[in-house]
């Protein structure tokens, strides 16, 4: 399975927003994270509690217990194979689980940061690229910061679980 084959079908999106989810597709690997450290670094207080109830920690133990516990290298290793949809049994937990919990996930790694989880190193400086990114998301309203964000976390990560269907590609009507 390719990975553009794997992606899930992105959120209502409009011109705006579909140009900051195309802009951060065109950063390589390191860059993603670095990008989604950032985003968290700067907006994470916002981005979580948007939908408190919404996120389900406990759906997420391997990634929010077990990763935890794994050297810097196997998490940067993990993260990366996340970004690139890589199927490991990490990457199929977390495209297992919905976009509210994949973000819990990625803003619980950005928190834990240097703690337990593998820091960005000290002399990072983000591209050019990053930076725009990191601005042009900024520039835009709170849900629309959301929607981008859910549809990047929901594209990362691998599942085998198609989309369902609908009559207008099978031609049938749903029957009870």
């Known amino acids: 399975m390719t990975a553009s084959s794997n992606q899930k079908i992105s959120q209502a ?3 705006e927003t579909q140009k900051a989810v ?4 065109a950063l390589d690997t390191d860059a993603k994270l670095a990008w989604l450290y950032f985003v968290y670094e ?5 981005i979580t509690p948007a939908a408190p109830t919404a996120a389900e920690p406990e759906l997420a133990p391997l990634l929010l217990g077990d990763y935890l516990k794994l050297s810097d290298e196997q998490q940067l290793e993990i993260m990366r194979d996340i970004v690139n949809r890589k199927d490991t049994e990490y990457s199929r937990a977390y495209g297992a689980i919905k976009e509210n919990n994949q973000l819990l996930v990625w803003y619980a790694w ?3 940061m240097g703690d337990t989880i593998v820091d960005i190193p000290d002399n990072y400086k983000p ?8 601005s042009q998301i900024e520039g835009l309203e709170f849900e629309e ?3 981008v964000l859910r549809t990047i976390a929901g594209e990362l990560g691998y599942s085998d679980v198609k989309p369902i269907e609908t009559q207008a590609q ?7």
Do not use: R, Y
């Open 127 to 134: 591209t050019k690229a990053i930076s725009d990114l990191l």
């Open 145 to 147: 910061q959301i929607s």
């Open 13 to 15: 999106l409009n011109n």
């Open 42 to 46: 700067k907006m994470g207080d916002s």
């Open 110 to 112: 950005a928190v834990a």
């Open 170 to 176: 099978t031609g049938k009507t749903p029957s009870l």
């Open 22 to 25: 195309d802009a951060f597709n």
